[in-house]
């Protein structure tokens, strides 16, 4: 088993590299690996001047002549959370403790060097020949060179009594002087729950038990879980596993979402919230981490991806990316997201459009990559439909349907190009209370869309992989005219 990249030979790896680079669907100004899987978004703070932002990453998954499995974090820094530089490979599964893969964690600056607190994972065989999973959560320091230095003794050892070897992904914060960790965790009745733990030092931990109240029967697992607050409320973000679809909620095959109520009682763990709401409305969006930037907003990363679903890139020898940094805010008990600010440096040459359309279908634009700031009036019209990276004769798009009658939006990659996770459905849509105007905001990427509408209230991430011909984009309008305000940037 190969503990560190450097131990590889560079011609393995370089010929990987090559593989993914003839993908005619890599992206253009998405984070993702140069081989490999890219999942987790791990490790995301400011820190000594500019954003640090980790993922997992497993280099070498889709190499199989030797087959080489290797696991780690690799390192990426930004001034702006738009233009990221790569330092390379970080924290790598080198130690008895996180041999079986360096799982999820998170980060805080401490008296001027970076904590890390991260689960490790790993098998040993018991005495009636069964593999038992135990966790270690472990930590690290990186100093102002990037460098990290692991500490030589787990923080806490397996899982606590009455939970499964599933109890992994740190998220640490500060409050006060003490710091304290959620971690995703499922007990012994196989259901999923989340864990606080504590430390003065950062040395010694110790577990405090469930964040309460604690659902009882909502999914098997909860993972990557994260408690901050925002606009005076706390807020419970995680990924749980296991809940079954309804009322066109939870189609994915997991989800992500969080609980938002009043602030946690750090002397009993009570956290008094609302009902779960599901964060992304799409088809791919999982592990999501947040971190606070210097101006105090609430920053979130997450997977552009979900497990066990094949990507049509790993024909290319890799898989997976991150989606477009988010700022996270409450309105009226809800989470809503929108894109950062800073985003507006990917902006090219401008397109706009101010008209009526109606049910003859208009090209706005043929751009592979590009970002729409549109505003649309349905006042008289009861149906519209915008057509992303579609083919000139508009049977093969991506589609998105707002519908006044039915008071929907909806999104479908049925025709989208290369179908998968067909089993999964190829529609997702969200109630929209639809009288007159809409907001949206669009950004396309060779390979996906977010859909960010009313400022954030509902949101859909799609990957997409369409064939070449596929780079225009129609506006159609039913039951009536619909008055479009737009603008247009390549980016």
Known sequence: MVKNIKDVKPAIISDEEAIANTSPFRQKFH??????????????????????????????AFHKDPKIWQHGWYHLVSKDLVHWQEIGPAIESDTKYDQYGTYSGSALSVNDQLFIIYTGNTWVDTDTDQWHRVPYQLGAFMDHENHFTKFDHPLLTDSPKGYTGHFRDPKIWQHGSDYYAVLGAQRQDQTGTVVVVHSKDLHHWTTLGEMQPAERNFGHMWECPDYFEVDDQGVLLFSPQGIPAHDGLYENIYQT?????????????????GHFQELDAGFDFYATQTMAAPDGRRILSAWFGISEIAYPTE???????????????IQDGQLVQKPIRELAALRKEQTKFDFFVSENPVLLAANRTQEIDAEIDMSTSSRFEMDIRANADNDKNTKLVFDKNEQLVSLSRADAGIPFAAKYGSERYRKLMIKDKIRMQ????????EIFINGGIIVFSARIFP?????????????????????????
Request: glycine letters at 8%; hydrophobic letters at 35%; a negative charge.
């Open 315 to 329: 024909k290319y020898h890799y898989a997976g990316c991150l989606v477009l940094p988010r700022e996270l805010s």
């Open 257 to 273: 979402g969080c609980f938002v109520g009043d602030k946690m009682d750090y002397h009993n763990l009570i956290f008094n919230h």
């Open 31 to 60: 984070v993702e690996p140069r081989s490999g899987v890219l999942n987790d978004p791990n490790g995301f703070v400011y820190f000594d001047g500019q954003y640090h932002l980790c993922y997992q990453w497993t280099p070498l």
């Open 442 to 449: 669009i950004f396309v990427d060779n390979s996906s869309v």
């Open 467 to 491: 064939d070449n011909d596929q780079d225009n984009l129609f506006v159609t309008s039913r039951g009536g005219k619909t008055k479009l305000t737009a603008s247009i940037w390549k980016i």
